[in-house]
């Protein structure tokens, strides 16, 4: 029997690009799952805010992508909706704040939260029908929650958890 001239060398380096290749490989297909797992994790963790405008409540009953269900407790209660928003988990023994704000002036501001240390989460409930949003950068910091006024008299609350 006649033998291949293959040398030594030559066997090496294909097991070395055959093993090269099945890591790549594996790695792209973890890569597509983790992928996959966080999209599916952030459609069915999908939050929703509902912001009072007028008296009674609203209840929300389910949340998808592509319907949103609410309850009222009287006819004409209406509010605003914040979909898709993310917050971080708050631990429900975590100090929590509610601050009442109105705008002396439009334009930014700061209002003090007295936490002594940074809020994990904040969330701004408008009190009036002008509009009071949070400074892009920093929202807030260990001694302050940075805001930013439509108009003049603007009010709102906002909750702070530390």
């Not at 992928?35 to 929703?48: N, T």
């Not at 407790?73 to 605003?80: E, K, L, M, P, R």
């Not at 109105?102 to 029908?129: C, E, M, Q, R, Y």
């Not at 929650?145 to 008299?153: E, H, I, P, R, T």
Request: proline letters at 4%.
């Amino acid at each position: 029997m006649k033998s291949f001239p293959i040398r030594r060398n030559t066997l090496v380096l294909t097991a070395v690009l055959f093993l090269l290749a099945t890591f790549a490989w594996a790695g792209w297909a973890n890569w597509e799952y983790r992928k996959q797992a966080a999209e599916r994790l952030s459609v069915s963790s999908g939050q929703a805010v509902l912001v009072p405008t007028s008296g009674g409540e609203l209840y929300l009953v389910s949340y998808t992508s592509s319907a949103t269900s609410l309850e009222a407790s009287d006819a004409g209660v209406t509010c605003q909706i914040g979909l898709g928003i993310t917050r971080p988990m708050v631990n429900a023994s975590t100090v929590s704040k509610r601050l009442i704000v109105t705008a002396s002036a439009a334009g930014n501001f700061s209002v003090a939260h007295g936490l002594g240390d940074a809020p994990k989460l904040a969330v701004i409930v408008p009190t009036s029908a002008s509009s009071i949003w949070f400074q892009p950068s920093p929202r807030y910091d260990a001694t302050n929650v940075y805001l930013c006024a439509s108009d003049a008299g603007a009010s709102c609350y906002v909750e702070v958890w530390g």
